[in-house]
């Protein structure tokens, strides 16, 4: 790790004003990310910007009856909140299920959205990786990619993101905000992040210098009757392999409303919204919800070891919307 | 100008206020252990893979490792050092001694910080992932087995000392019948 | 001085539950373990490792490193001090590639090929990573399978009784399959630590590790210095599991502190770890068994395959295990190695016995299922009167009481055999049992006990506790010994200073050390009993049991054990969890109930995080691992891990002082096999590779039985 300059900031116009004068610069939420890709020597920043102190860390209420999330609210403080859990319980689980106690405590919201791949090639600073070294290559096609991307990937990179939160939060069409040099802006979370493309190393459509300082969930009463499943190789305390986020609205047998997304299958949050098409307006039925899986999955290209996911997927789409419809019809 | 690379900070650790220069490299857990000889704070992994270096920053646990210590400044840390009142152990301390929730004892500090906490936690109505329903109205979870399980993994204990550990906490936190 | 006479006896702490002696320090934080004690002018030295597998060294950019702020040394191949190797230690001849920076040789990735000694670890770890060094990259091997070329049979690996393959072929019944165990790692949550100084002409060395006096023979060979001008301490280990040896950083510390005349400490990093402290190698084994339509055994064969490294033979001898375990008509065992561009393998919890017994045991299954015999019964057929390849008597062998306690208690005798026919919801049920033994050895080893003027005693004993227990173990045995209550005995271990004792391995530990120190205790007692008093200074007896164990009767000593598992496998996701696992032993008499049984609930931990989660992945493009991290390489975490209990039956061991056999390894062996077992009771598919991943039973799926909902169907 090199030296490097610390600065805390107690308001957004600073802490934006500091970054743009300093290029080499990062903010520093937690540091549960950002800390270990420094002591791998993954990030080399001349500057952290401490934004922890910000007055972003409210959970409040908005006009239109949806939430707006600050940035540096704990992963913690956001599973806890009693709104989240209310209106968003898929939200609430996604976050109780990354990480740990400990990390939930430091990971910020503004924080989870940026975190970094966990692929075995992009924290080793000795082996090639397009997403840290661009144009050096993708070990992981040939190599170790178990644990890869099915949906979305391309010839150079196949890493996926790790976030369970972000997967939620592409669920509910939540709105990232943010700050710059020039004023506030937003983008929605399908926007946030690039496509993997031949520039892996480009990960979020936020503009140079920007700040997040929130995100914005809209109303979504579907969100009400909402799960997160996750899968991972041990029970607690790792990255998922496959997970969904979903919300159903049954009325009668018929789907009035969904709400799908997985998670670790891409490299960003991956919204279903080709199954979220078929499924509306149709039967709930398990058969429904495993052709629709099908339709989403349709465009996975799978690498030799890592095909298991779409099966894992369409069984785990087929699963949670099955025990949602159960609940609808409590 | 380049920015400084080390600041003069105040540590506030267990009560006690330590003023120091630190490289800004410096995590709070190097800081504990190799500037305030604080060393009951073990270091298993320094990447946050393991909670080892659990302690407790204004009332909650965090990892220490993924902690710089210039970023501490100001926040109220609670060691190990800091859980006995004196010679008289904390009952979390008392219980995994009586009930050997230990083996080789490095995890183990880590494992008492996480355990106060997830009772406060268990206690303040937080939710966690095997919480069957996490929604408000479904009121706060009774602290089970599987609970304190998933509520301790983020402590890891490569000895297998776990199911000791959950009585322990189990009995620390007054419900050894339930688990 | 106080009179000693007329004291009241106490005995019965062996075979009490009594909490750790060191149980405060440890939950109070105060314990301090290698890399905890403090030195003025101490220097911190940081690895850099090499980042190819296999080549030569073409240079090393110190100049640039040693003008960064705080740079004390770099030490590499170009200036290092030069070490011995051609000598034979405790465990035999060393690996060369202790022998850091002595050429410019690269044997595999990871290997250290500098040190950067700094005035603070911050300053050591930048210079480090910034230390640029060259390469002449050679074309490296490491792709592991069984019967590849370069496979090779070792001496003294193979033992033959009987013709297998005539009986295999007039076997009714006949099992042949392949089984594999992944590259595996001790991950002890302490890294690996020493500080090495000089002090008053001595080389003094505060290390973590199995046995201070294994480590500093090691260290005076290398460094061609008088034994008793070394002197090593471990007083508090954190885990070890058969990793905590000799290591490249005490070499490297020993080296800088030589170098700078000041106290050096170097802290291996996680990653690190992963390839400078050993791991079990990987294994590719085929068990063939030929058996009557009963299920009596006619052949017994037995094929393991291990790697090793290119410079050093390591073998893993998993197919050991069958040798004590099953009588039969004919018997062929074998382990074989191939030398790829790895570093070298070593000892880990059970080597051996952990992945042979869950090939071996695997295989009982699968032949109980084809014979249609309960796999309980099918071992009852199949228990030996004595070593099934010795001819030896068992000095005791209870197996069999194992397997009917356990059964009890786990409620066996109500066990459907029938595959994939229980659901609770998404998960599908069943459970499984296998067989565990381990061999119980001693070492000779040296004790010395004194009577103080104060009326406590102090036993000085060179053992290590690296979690087991053994400081209260001989602290309860000293007290019986000396019929004196546990809290008049203070036990000092884990100093190379107090002479010769046998390591934290093998489970012998505590065995070899109880011996010595029941012998010292018993003099002592004795010469107390004469009457007079006890001078200031005390009185010390020594005892050294090299000549008592060379006197012991051959026989086939080992402790036994019946291992019982539930598991809950959702085919749909490829979950697997264990919901109870039940071990009952007997592992000889037990010395402390509280801190035995932690022993043997973490072995089956082990076994439990050996079936569905350990697996070190390597990169064939690069020879290195992939993800070598705790978030990267998985151990079993709290929820992971059911209620576990595990229990004994009376066993001791009447040729030994103590009747002790060893606890330490017996736990982990068969129970990752019991497990595999419980999955294909619960879905009737095999899971013959560990670990049991997800991808893996998602994939694998289930039988749909007659009647039974399929979740693939």
Redesign the interface.
């Known amino acids: 790790m090199k030296e490097f300059g610390y600065q805390r900031v107690l308001d957004v116009p600073g802490a934006v004003a500091l970054l743009g004068a300093e290029p080499d610069a990062r903010y520093l939420g937690g540091g549960t990310n950002l800390v270990d890709l420094m002591k791998t020597g993954v990030e080399r920043p001349g500057l952290l910007i401490d934004v922890r102190d910000l007055p972003l860390d409210r959970i409040e209420a908005t006009e239109d009856g949806g939430l707006h999330i600050g940035a540096t609210v704990t992963n913690s403080d956001l599973a806890a909140h009693p709104e989240v859990r209310r209106r968003y319980p898929a939200l609430a689980q996604a976050v109780l299920a990354g990480a740990s106690g400990q990390l939930r405590n430091m990971a910020t919201v503004g924080g989870n959205l940026l975190q970094r791949t966990r692929c075995g090639y992009f924290t080793d600073t000795a082996k090639p990786c397009n997403k840290r070294v661009p144009g050096s290559g993708c070990p992981a096609i040939e190599g170790e990619h178990r644990n890869h991307a099915i949906l979305g990937a391309s010839a150079h990179c196949v890493a996926t993101h790790p976030s369970d939160m972000g997967v939620a939060l592409s669920a509910f069409d939540a709105v990232v905000t943010y700050e710059t040099a020039d004023g506030p802006g937003e983008l929605p979370l399908s926007e946030f992040y690039l496509p993997v493309g031949d520039t892996p190393h480009l990960e979020t459509a936020l503009p140079a210098g920007a700040l997040i300082t929130g995100v914005t969930l809209p109303p979504a009463p579907v969100a009400t009757v909402s799960r997160y499943r996750k899968v991972r190789e041990r029970a607690s305390y790792a990255f998922a392999i496959g997970s969904v986020a979903a919300a159903l609205d049954v009325q009668d047998g018929t789907v009035r409303d969904v709400r799908l997304a997985f998670g670790a299958v891409a490299s960003r949050p991956w919204r279903a919204l080709t199954a979220e098409r078929l499924l509306t307006g149709g039967p709930a039925t398990a058969e429904a919800f495993a052709a629709a899986a099908d339709a989403e999955l349709a465009a996975a290209e799978a690498l030799p070891d890592n095909g298991y996911k779409v099966t894992l997927m369409r069984n785990l789409v087929t699963a949670v919307l099955t025990e949602l419809a159960e609940e609808a019809a409590r | 100008m380049a920015p400084s690379t080390s600041s003069a900070i105040t540590l506030h650790v267990n009560g006690e206020k330590y003023t120091l220069p630190v490289d800004h490299r410096t995590t709070l857990l190097d800081a504990l252990r190799e500037r305030l000889d604080l060393t009951g704070t073990k270091k298993g992994c320094d990447q946050g893979q393991c909670g080892a270096c659990t302690v407790l920053l204004d009332g909650r646990r965090a990892v220490s490792c993924l902690q710089l210590a210039v970023a501490a400044e100001g926040r109220e840390i609670t060691t190990i050092e800091g859980v006995a009142d004196g010679d008289q152990l904390h009952p979390v301390q008392q219980a995994f001694v009586d009930l050997d929730g230990y083996q080789c004892g490095y995890c183990t500090p880590g494992q008492i910080c996480s355990a106060l906490a997830v009772i406060e936690e268990h206690a303040a109505g937080w939710p966690s992932a095997v919480t069957d329903d996490v929604r408000p109205e479904a009121g706060p979870p009774p602290l089970t087995a599987d609970e304190i399980r998933e509520r301790m993994s983020g402590n890891l204990c490569r000895c297998g000392a776990y199911v000791s550990i959950v009585q322990a906490v189990a009995r620390a936190a007054g419900v050894e019948a339930a688990v | 001085m106080t009179t000693m006479t007329g004291t009241p006896a106490v005995t019965g702490a062996v075979g009490t539950a009594h909490?750790?002696v060191?149980?405060?320090?440890?939950?109070?934080?105060?314990?301090?373990?290698a890399?905890?004690i403090?030195y003025a002018e101490l220097a911190h030295g940081w690895l850099v490792l090499s980042?190819v597998a296999r080549g030569r060294i073409r240079s090393v950019g110190a100049d640039a490193v040693l003008a960064m702020p705080g740079v004390l040394s770099v030490l590499h191949h170009g200036n290092a001090p030069r070490v011995d190797t051609d000598y034979v230690g405790l465990l035999g001849k060393p690996d060369p590639t202790l022998a850091v920076f002595q050429n410019d040789q690269v044997p595999y990735l990871g290997w250290p090929v500098a040190l950067v000694v700094a005035e603070?670890?911050?300053?050591a770890?930048?210079a480090a990573?910034a230390l640029v060094v060259e390469y002449d990259e050679e074309p490296h091997d490491i792709a592991f399978a069984a019967g590849r070329d370069g496979t090779y049979t070792p001496e003294d690996s193979a033992v033959e009784k009987g013709d297998v393959e005539a009986e295999l072929a007039a076997s009714a019944v006949v099992l042949d399959a392949e089984y594999t165990t992944p590259e595996e790692h001790?991950?002890?949550?302490?890294?690996h630590a020493a500080m090495a100084r000089w002090e008053d002409g001595r080389l003094e060395v505060v290390d973590s590790n199995q046995g201070t006096m294994w480590v500093a023979n090691e260290l005076a060979k290398l460094f061609s210095l008088d034994p008793a001008s070394v002197r090593v301490r471990s007083e508090?280990?954190?885990?070890?599991?058969g990793s905590k040896g000799i290591r490249a950083h005490q070499v490297c510390a020993v080296m800088a502190a030589t170098a700078l005349q000041r106290p050096v400490r170097v802290?291996l990093?996680?990653?690190q770890m992963f390839s400078l402290t050993g791991y079990r190698s990987p294994t590719a084994q085929r068990v063939r068994l030929g058996a009557d339509a009963d299920g009596r055994l006619r052949a017994f064969a037995h094929e393991a395959q291990n790697l090793t490294s290119t410079v050093h033979e390591f073998v893993e001898p998993s197919a050991n295990v069958g040798r004590a375990m099953y009588a039969s008509d004919a018997h062929h065992s074998v382990n074989r190695v191939v030398r790829l561009d790895v570093p070298t393998p070593t000892f880990m919890r059970a080597p051996g016995e952990a992945p042979g017994s869950f090939a071996m045991e695997c295989a009982l299954d699968e032949l109980a299922e084809k014979c249609g015999v309960d796999p309980i019964a099918l071992r009852v057929r199949n228990e030996p009167d004595a070593g099934p390849v010795s001819g030896l008597p068992f000095s005791s062998r209870n197996l069999l009481a194992c397997f009917d306690e356990g059964a009890r208690r786990f409620g066996w005798a109500d066990r459907d055999p029938r595959p994939g026919v229980r659901r609770e919801g998404?998960w599908l049920l069943g459970t499984g049992v296998a067989a565990a033994s381990f061999p119980s050895g001693a070492g000779p080893s040296t004790a010395a006990v004194t009577a103080e003027a104060d009326g406590t005693f102090t036993v000085r004993i060179n053992a290590a506790d690296?979690?087991?227990?053994a400081r209260t173990a001989l602290t309860q045995i000293a007290a019986d010994a000396l019929q004196v209550e546990t809290g008049r005995v203070r036990t000092r271990i884990a100093d190379s200073d107090f002479g010769p004792a046998w390591i934290a391995g093998g489970s012998m530990g505590t065995r070899s050390w109880a011996w010595a120190v029941t012998a010292a205790a018993k003099d002592l007692r004795e010469q107390l009993a004469l009457g007079g008093t006890v001078p200031p200074e005390g009185i010390t007896v020594r005892s050294d049991t090299s000549e008592a164990l060379a006197t012991l009767a051959q026989k086939e000593r080992y402790s036994f054990g019946a291992q019982f598992a539930e598991a809950a496998v959702d085919v749909?996701?490829?979950?697997v969890?264990v919901r109870r696992m039940l071990g009952i032993f007997a592992a000889g008499r037990i010395v402390n109930p509280?801190?035995a049984?932690?022993?043997l609930?973490?072995?089956?931990?082990?076994g439990l995080?050996m079936a569905?989660?350990e697996e070190a992945?390597r990169?064939?493009?690069?020879g290195?691992?992939?993800?070598?991290?705790?978030?990267?390489y998985?151990?079993?975490?709290?929820?992971?891990?059911p209620?576990?209990e595990a229990d004994w039956v009376e066993d001791a061991d009447a040729d030994d002082p103590v009747g002790i056999k060893g606890v330490g390894e017996i736990g982990i062996v068969g129970a990752a096999a019991a497990i595999a077992n419980a999955v294909w009771h619960a879905t009737g598919v095999r899971h013959r590779h560990l670990p049991i991943?997800?991808?893996r039973v998602?994939?694998g799926g289930a039988v749909a039985p007659a009647g039974a909902e399929g979740p693939d169907a």
């Open positions: 909490t750790r060191e149980g405060v320090a440890k939950v109070t934080g105060a314990a301090r373990y890399g905890e403090p980042t603070t670890s911050e300053q770890r930048e990573e001790h991950t002890m949550l302490e890294p508090h280990v954190g885990g070890g599991f802290v990093t996680r990653r998404r690296i979690g087991t227990g749909t996701t490829g979950e969890r509280l801190t049984r932690s022993q609930i973490g072995g089956m931990t082990w995080s569905l989660h992945v990169d064939a493009a690069s290195g691992h992939v993800g070598a991290d705790l978030a990267g998985h151990v079993a975490a709290n929820a992971d891990v209620l576990i991943r997800p991808d998602l994939l």
